[in-house]
T-cell receptor, first 114, second 111 residues
Framework: GAVVSQHPSWVICKSGTSVKIECRSL??????MFWYRQFPKQSLMLMATSNEGSKATYEQGVEKDKFLINHASLTLSTLTVTSAHPEDSSFYIC??????????FGQGTRLTVV | GQQLNQSPQSMFIQEGEDVSMNCTSS?????WLWYKQDPGEGPVLLIA?????ELTSNGRLTAQFGITRKDSFLNISASIPSDVGIYFC???????????FGTGTRLQVTL
């Protein structure tokens, strides 16, 4: 299957700082990338959908100024958590999809804000 | 957002037993997918279903796309310890549309 790489796998940051998470499709061009958030023992909740070269579409209740998404190329999307707070601590997962294919997921990033 | 309902929520089984789990929705989907998630990892696609009534196998896994397009089931035969994990169903109405995830079934296998 296609490979989606997420970096870093885990990160610890101080409250008030910003953290950037990268999502790369290694062997295909991703026309669409998705960002999810997952709390312990819960399902994946979609945060936003991004298409290369255009603004991300955020799900209801997700603050676009807090979770900045950039999809600058067909192989890279980034999620920046700005002014992080402890309640932002979570498991963040990206997925990438080429035209007419199913989505493949990255390995996830565990964010801990202290 | 909308979620698909999965049952059971969790199950403890013995190695060698068969496992069955299902997923229901109030909405119709054109595609049903089954993923497995190991702790601290992203979901991995197991099976994709594209036609109502379709029955598809992948090794010891078998999944079916319900006739009404509002449900799907996943069976695992002769379970082994590495089957441990969380299984999610997911549905979408087209590859350009977003994926809706189920609530998950946590599988634990004992020797």
């Amino acid at each position: 299957g296609a490979v989606v790489s997420q970096h870093p796998s885990w990160v610890i940051c101080k409250s008030g700082t910003s953290v950037k998470i990268e999502c790369r499709s290694l062997d295909f061009q991703a026309t669409t990338m998705f960002w999810y958030r997952q709390f312990p023992k819960q399902s994946l909740m979609l945060m936003a959908t991004s298409n290369e070269g255009s603004k991300a579409t955020y799900e209801q209740g997700v603050e676009k100024d807090k979770f900045l998404i950039n999809h600058a190329s067909l192989t890279l999307s980034t999620l920046t958590v700005t002014s992080a707070h402890p309640e932002d601590s979570s498991f963040y997962i990206c997925s990438a999809r080429a035209a007419n294919t199913e989505a493949f997921f990255g390995q996830g990033t565990r964010l801990t804000v202290v | 957002g909308q979620q698909l309902n999965q049952s059971p929520q969790s199950m403890f089984i013995q190695e060698g037993e068969d496992v069955s789990m299902n997923c229901t929705s109030s909405s119709i989907f054109n595609t049903w997918l089954w993923y497995k998630q190991d702790p601290g990892e992203g979901p991995v696609l197991l099976i994709a279903l594209y036609k109502a009534g379709e029955l598809t196998s992948n090794g010891r896994l078998t999944a079916q796309f319900g006739i009404t397009r509002k449900d799907s089931f996943l069976n695992i035969s002769a379970s082994i310890p590495s089957d441990v994990g969380i299984y999610f169903c997911a549905g979408h109405t087209g590859t350009a549309s977003k994926l809706t995830f189920g609530t998950g079934t946590r599988l634990q296998v004992t020797l």
